[in-house]
């Protein structure tokens, strides 16, 4: 029997039934397992094994940073500061959004979080200011993607682990092209705000006041530098760093700003505990997978494969760009990275493409992702902020996806721009 059509196609077959990713897993290998009188204590080995990382010990704790700074009110002065600071063009507060954003995601790790943090207190400002209520959607949608690319990044995280690469140099990889998309994002809503968004410039810049808010919101503009100054510096690995995150959070959200109380952080270890659960599950399903895909050679049948079309090593980050942007609309960001890395990954060593510049693009095409229906996490997080309709809101957010495929053949040319910083820093 042809195992890799069999492990291939009944995956596919219990994700067209809508069965949960991680029984998906689980099951397709069962059956691969019993088909080839594997012993199965084999596969509960592989799912302890899959788990069984410390840099997975972060991810959680992100999550918990992340939700413990939204509450205990970092993230409303984080938007204080990015009002300041560009509220005063015209489209002000889809800027003040992406730029939230940007500065939240050096928090949290997580688009969705992101999206839900900054576009919960945006969305209904831009809608009190009459702006376009699909356009404040996908501002706050396409903003919150920017969690999983701008460090400390729960996905940059898990395919720094199922890729055996560096979790620390994935981050510092990540913050340059982060900071172009960003604002690329920011030059995409300019264009579209004089159509979307009223003819007012907001208030005036002023330097008095600009001062006044930073120094008001001093703690919350450190967050990110407690947690990713540790891990540059290098006197803290990312793991480390993300429970310093979930002690300055807490300490800032209860102390300093008095927003946190007992049930507020009750709330913030289920929403964390529930994220990590679905991800666990996932991830050691995952591993005992991908331990079958290379034992019956799928990966080098894939290298094989892609070779026969093209070896230009930008052609082929664009053809498996491609196949993520369609993936991404069907599953989630980190069944994306855990399945398909290993699936990937020698396709590219073979044509000398760089695994850190790899996850970067990898990670890119997720954020695409969150804004595809019919999955489109961050999309539906932010429909249900604005009220508004799905196709209405897919509707809006189109230019910015338009955006971030160009960036995707930016970065996927231009390799430098994500390997520069971690190549200065800690040397090739």
């Given at each position: ?70 509450k205990g009110g970092i993230s409303k002065r984080l ?312 196709g209405a809101i897919a509707k809006a957010v189109l ?30």
């Amino acid at each position: 029997m042809n195992m890799p059509l069999v492990l291939l196609g009944s995956l596919a077959i219990f994700l067209a039934l809508r069965v949960p990713i991680g029984v998906a897993l689980g099951t397709a290998s069962v059956l691969v397992y019993w088909l080839t009188d594997l012993p199965l204590e084999s596969l509960a080995l592989s799912y302890y094994d899959g788990l069984d990382k410390f840099p997975f010990i972060a991810v959680p704790m992100f999550l918990l940073a992340g939700a413990l700074m939204e509450k205990g009110g970092i993230s409303k002065r984080l938007i204080s500061v990015a009002d300041c600071l560009v509220g005063n063009v015209r489209g002000g507060l889809a800027h003040v959004t992406i730029l939230a954003c940007m500065l939240f995601s050096a928090i949290s790790g997580s688009g969705p979080a992101t999206t839900a943090a900054v576009g919960g207190i945006m969305i209904p400002t831009m809608l009190r200011r009459h702006y376009d209520r699909n356009y404040s959607g996908a501002v706050s949608a396409c903003g919150g993607t920017l969690g999983i690319l701008i460090p400390p990044s729960g996905a940059l995280i898990v395919y720094g682990v199922s890729a055996d690469e560096s979790v620390t140099r994935l981050f510092v990889a990540g913050f340059l092209p982060g900071l172009i998309l960003g604002c690329m994002l920011m030059i995409c809503a300019s264009f579209m705000a004089r159509h979307k968004t009223p003819n007012e410039p907001g208030e005036p810049f002023n330097l008095a006041r600009t001062l006044r808010t930073v120094w008001d919101s001093r703690w919350a503009l450190m967050a990110p530098v407690v947690i990713l100054g540790g891990i540059y510096g290098g006197f803290v690995t990312p793991t480390e760093s993300a429970v310093i995150a979930v002690l300055y959070g807490y300490a800032i959200g209860a102390f300093v700003y008095k927003e946190l109380d007992w049930k507020t952080t009750q709330d913030c270890l289920e929403i964390a505990s529930l994220i990590t659960g679905t991800i666990a599950i996932i991830w050691g399903a995952s591993l005992a997978y991908g331990e079958l895909i290379t034992i019956h050679q799928i990966p080098q049948m894939v290298t094989a494969f892609i070779k026969t079309m093209t070896t230009s090593p930008f052609l082929i980050l664009i053809l498996i760009s491609l196949f993520l942007t369609f993936v991404g609309m069907w599953l989630n960001t980190m069944a994306q990275i855990i399945i398909l890395t290993p699936l990937f990954l020698p396709v590219v060593k073979s044509v000398g493409i760089d695994p850190i510049h790899f996850g970067i693009v990898f990670v890119v095409n997720c954020e695409i992702g969150y804004l595809t229906p019919p999955l489109g996490t961050s999309l539906f997080v932010a429909l249900g902020i604005a009220d508004t309709t799905l196709g209405a809101i897919a509707k809006a957010v189109l230019p910015f996806i338009a955006t971030m495929f160009l960036a995707v053949l930016i970065f996927s040319y231009f390799p430098s721009i994500s390997l520069i910083l971690p190549n200065l820093l800690f040397g090739r």
